[in-house]
């Protein structure tokens, strides 16, 4: 019985769960992470932060692949300061959304605080179409955010393109390491 | 001790080529032409040697095989003095005299003439009387003028290429530089701590268009006029400031803004004014260069998903899709009489350089690295100069059009990218 109640309730918690926070163009898969939801009850946060409900993240091997969406990568935090890509990609992954909901909170109670969204593409292809493709990484954490309920004031676009990469080899890793947004508070640092 | 000397004598040179970017051709075409062109009287005791320069312009643009000094019979050095019969047995085909002589006043006299070895005789000779300095450009315009009489088509020795360095740990990383087609005498335009993108000249060749993230971070677009150094933002708009191409009149620049959301093509008066949008769809439009005809921008587009060639027509604002083959192709340049695209391809996870031949429908990958960008096409049409990685780092290649040449221009010190070759100047 509990084998057939387990994966109905994990469905219909994902369903809520989309319908809650409506940015997600991937589906959330992290039917466990309930931090999502005290997000969307308010300014109500929780005294300590439930560590026990992330997902254990020493099991899953780090690739170039999976990087992007890896938990290691998110801290469910403001600490969080990058947020990864697929391969022309500019889907916000499901692994940050906790990142970039901390991210939230923070601007709606500081109000005087201002993030620049910075977008980065690797070097693959040709400069200003990469610096346009890395302004719709930049936009969909813009979009993210905004769903969230942060004022448009509070956050500002600029996309780089290849033209600063965090990780300077030429390999698949090194890629997945540049196809970021970076956020980057230029006023009421967390 | 030998090794010792060998060893300073590399050490030096190194030192002295650092700056510089060297240039290797790694392709000539089978069917170079041979020719002799004896080392002037006189070069080794002037500041330039004249007739070295001219050995290798000839010899980088593939079409030209030049004889090694050491292999010649006789060394003549006026009209008088020539045995045609020693340069016929080695096979060549036309040869060039002359002599760098210092005059009182201060200049040189530079005399040469070029001859048809076959028939014998003087195709033509002239006289130049330049200063120190411009012994180069004395050597460059023999080049241009020996390789228009042999080929039929302008030479392109005389023009510059303005191009963007990196140099990861410097404190001004980013900068924007020209320097002499053969990679000498660099001039540095701009150093920054942000990154400078997409130069780009002006028809005469007297301005440059550029992007610079010098302001807070910020794109903007500066138009920079060479000789006084003197500049002025062009565009500061809120997003993405990119891609400036000018009219072939250089009255106005067509850019990239995102201030509405999303990219798309302008048309901008070069003193920032008149600002008129040409392009307006869901997906990117970028990476405009403007036809020679004046009346059409061919640019990249992802409105039918992908990256793709499109042309605009600027007067009704009509654009159709030029580019079929494959599903990524972006960042086009066109030839000077129209007939020819140059862009970046994807094929099987490599970026290359195609060229498509509009009159004909064919298109061809001319370069065999992977990593290749911002091909940007000679004044006179005949080479494509781009931007690729060699070893991990960026460097310059050349090929010809038809990609029988290609030639290999590896800077010394950091990444070299986004050549621009100059027009005619």
Redesign the interface.
Known sequence: MRSFVNPLFAVILAGVLAACSSTPTEQDTSATDTSGMDSQTGTTQPVQRPESTRPDTSSVPLTADNFHNHPSNYDGTTDTRVIYFAFDSNTVPAAAFESLRAHATYLKNNANAKL?L?GHAD???????N???S??RA?AVQKFLRVQGVSSSQLE?????E??PAA???SEMDWAKNRRVELNYVAGRP | MKRLILALVLATLTVAARAELLIKVTEGRVDAVPIAIVPFDGDNEAPEQVSSIVEADLHRSGQFKPLPAKNMLSRPHTKDAIIYRDFRVLGQEYLVIGHTKPRDDGRYEVTYGLYDVGRQRELFSESYSPTKAQLRDVAHAISDRIYEELTGIPGAFSTKILYVTHNRGAKLPYQLQYADADGHRVKTILSSAEPIMSPSWSPDGSKIAYVSFENNGKPNIYVHDLASGQRSVVSRERGINGAPSWSPDGQRLVITLSKDGNPELYMVNVNGGGLTRLTDNYGIDTEARWMPDGEHVVFTSSRSGGPQIYMLNINDRSARRVSFEGNYNARPDVTPDGRYLVYVHRRNGSFNVGVQDLQRGTFDIVTQTNMDESPSVAPNGSMVIYGTQRRGTGVLEAVSIDGRVKVELPSKEGEVREPAWSPFL
């Open positions: 620049r910075e070097e693959r292809g040709t400069r200003e179409y610096v346009a493709l302004e719709r936009q676009v600029v996309s780089y393109g033209e600063k300077f080899g030429h």
